[in-house]
């Protein structure tokens, strides 16, 4: 089979479409608002057609090269818990969300793949948005599932469930399956991060390492109208505190050979992990290269979707796509 086009919208860093290349995928163009994510995208691959811009202003009729891509790819920026839904920021991610199922009626691509928070999947609260997606994808002639994953099982080193639409055109519905785990073992922290945090000659490297033994918790990128980076919520910092591990911020780089790590005495005895060792835990290859200061490149990295996970759902659509059409499928949703 030749090599299968896509187009990806909220591109941020790169992690979901960097996944589909894995896969075998070539993009035809990748969307982001953002100045500092299209300066990513196009920095790690100058070939990329990138376009700065905001999906609800786009208009597909002036990129007609996106028209019958094999695939059009979403990684959209996270709907809030069902504890926030009526916010209003969380309105304009759910309107990122409709504005993707309406690009679908332009492009007709063969398949569409969006991620998002886990609770899109089944949480009452979304019931409104996935009946909306249900009856424009019925309408045109989709088939789709909603699932999840754990990035953990495609050997990511970080507890991160992905709520997951795919959808395909009838034909080729039936020969799609969700991806199975990549892994039999996590990838703990330790293991992750042990050669990063040995490079300037720390001397507990090997010490610290070998007692975080566990997945990381979800990074989480934070609102851009926030302050400095930090590793997630309350919840997750005591996470990171039990291996040892400030969460409260991101270091400028790794430890030194004069660095003193003991935990017990409180936040300057923990060691602090850096940006590239956070979009290592996110499971982007290590020449992988963030535009902007240390708090863009954190946000961009918390906010991606984890290659691993990308390529493994290309993987899975890519062989949907290659198996023969099923004849005379009639269609109907799937749950």
């Not at 270091?251 to 923990?270: K, L, S």
Request: contains cysteine; hydrophobic residues 40%.
């Amino acid at each position: 089979m030749s090599e299968l086009r896509f187009v990806d919208v909220c591109a941020g860093a790169g992690g979901l479409a960097l996944g589909l290349e894995q896969a075998g995928f070539d993009p035809v163009l990748l969307l982001d608002k953002k100045r500092v994510a299209c300066e990513t995208l196009r920095m790690n691959r100058p070939a990329w057609q990138v376009l700065e811009a905001d999906l609800l202003d786009f208009a597909p009729s002036r990129h007609r090269e996106i028209y019958d891509v094999d695939l059009l790819s979403a990684g959209l920026p996270r709907v809030k818990s069902s504890a926030a839904v009526a916010r209003t920021d969380t309105e304009a991610e759910l309107r990122l969300l409709e504005a993707t199922v309406y690009l679908a009626h332009a492009v007709r691509p063969r398949a569409l793949l969006i991620e998002n928070v886990p609770g899109l999947v089944n949480a009452p609260d979304f019931e409104p948005i996935r009946d909306f997606i249900r009856k424009e994808l019925d309408h045109l002639g989709y088939r789709f599932r909603w699932f999840v994953l754990n990035a953990a099982d495609f050997g990511v080193p970080q507890e991160r469930k992905q709520g997951v639409l795919v959808a395909l055109k009838d034909e080729y519905f039936h020969a799609f399956r969700p991806p199975e785990p990549t892994v039999r073992e996590h990838l703990s922290v330790g293991r992750a991060l042990r050669r990063s945090m040995a490079v300037r000659g720390w001397r507990d490297a090997d010490r610290w390492a070998a007692q975080a033994l566990c997945v990381a918790p979800t990074l989480v990128g934070g609102s851009d109208r926030r302050g400095g980076p930090d590793l997630g919520p309350t919840g997750s910092k005591k996470a990171w505190a039990r291996i040892g591990v400030d969460g409260g911020t991101v270091a400028d780089d790794v430890p030194g050979p004069d660095f003193v790590w003991a935990p017990g005495t409180g936040r300057d005895g923990m060691v602090r992990i850096t940006t590239d060792q956070a979009a290592l835990l996110q499971g982007f290859p290590p020449d992988w290269r963030f535009a902007g200061k240390k708090t863009a490149r954190y946000r961009q990295t918390g906010h991606a979707s984890p290659p691993p996970v990308g390529k493994a759902l290309g993987l899975a659509i890519t062989a949907a796509l290659g198996a023969s059409p099923a004849p005379g499928a009639g269609y109907t949703s799937t749950p």
